[in-house]
């Protein structure tokens, strides 16, 4: 399995509270994603980072903000939590931009709760 | 209109059974298809790739029709570990970004 760990694994919090998220690799790839997963909606891209401190908007960024200081570590926080944001937060990471030869690896996942 | 669409299911087959499902997608320059596989409460894994001339991986039989821009997975001697969700994606006008289906679910039954 790649080398992604996500951290925690399960988070409940209250509505307008800050929430980050971590995502670590080890396998130096540079290519790193935050998607969310709600039912009945595929994975949605939130953020991507291509690089370090090189960072991107995806389709459902609104109140999030990324980090990404070190190869290994691409930080995914909500502001001020909302309710819509209880999902589960999948990292992604791949070691180009070509997906056709080298697909996304997923990590195991963030069951956030926002209460 | 969704980029990805796909059959939600649920296929229910016995064991030992052929099953099969689609996945349309709405554009037309995607170059790039996969199939994941995502078990209950678990991370989407990395099924195979779908190539232009089709593509086959033991059970699992990957089809594309540009034509009718929709990409088919066929699996045969189906096993009750084949129980999961399928998820259909498509690259998007960049291929480092993708686009997902909300998946179709199979479950294998004795």
């Known amino acids: 399995d790649a080398g992604i760990t996500q951290s925690p694994r399960h988070k409940v919090t209250e509505t307008g509270t800050p929430v980050t998220l971590r995502c670590h690799q080890t396998?130096?790839?540079?290519?790193m994603y935050w998607y969310r997963q709600d039912p009945g909606h595929g994975l949605r891209l939130i953020h991507y980072s291509y690089g370090v401190k090189d960072t991107d908007k995806g389709e459902v960024s609104d109140g999030y903000s990324v980090s990404r200081s070190k190869t290994e570590d691409f930080l995914l926080t909500l502001e001020s939590a909302t309710s819509s944001q209880t999902s589960v937060y999948f990292c992604?990471?791949?070691?180009?931009?070509?997906?056709?030869?080298?697909?996304?690896?997923f990590g195991d996942g963030t069951r956030l709760s926002i209460l | 209109r969704k980029e990805v669409e796909q059959d939600p299911g649920p296929f229910n087959v016995p064991e030992g059974a052929t099953v099969a499902f689609n996945c349309t997608y709405s554009?037309?320059?995607?170059?790039?298809f996969f199939w994941y596989r995502q078990d209950c409460r678990k991370e989407p894994k990395l099924l195979m790739s779908v190539y232009s001339s089709g593509n086959e991986d033991g059970r699992f039989t990957a089809q594309l029709n540009r034509a009718s821009q929709y990409i088919s997975l066929l699996i045969r001697d189906s096993k009750l570990s084949d129980s999961a969700t399928y998820l259909c994606v498509v690259n998007k006008d960049s291929d480092y970004k993708l686009s997902f289906g909300a998946g179709t679910t199979v479950t294998v039954r004795a």
């Open positions: 396998e130096n790839h540079r290519y």
């Open positions: 992604a990471i791949s070691p180009t931009g070509d997906n056709s030869n080298q697909p996304q690896h």
């Open positions: 554009n037309s320059a995607s170059q790039s």
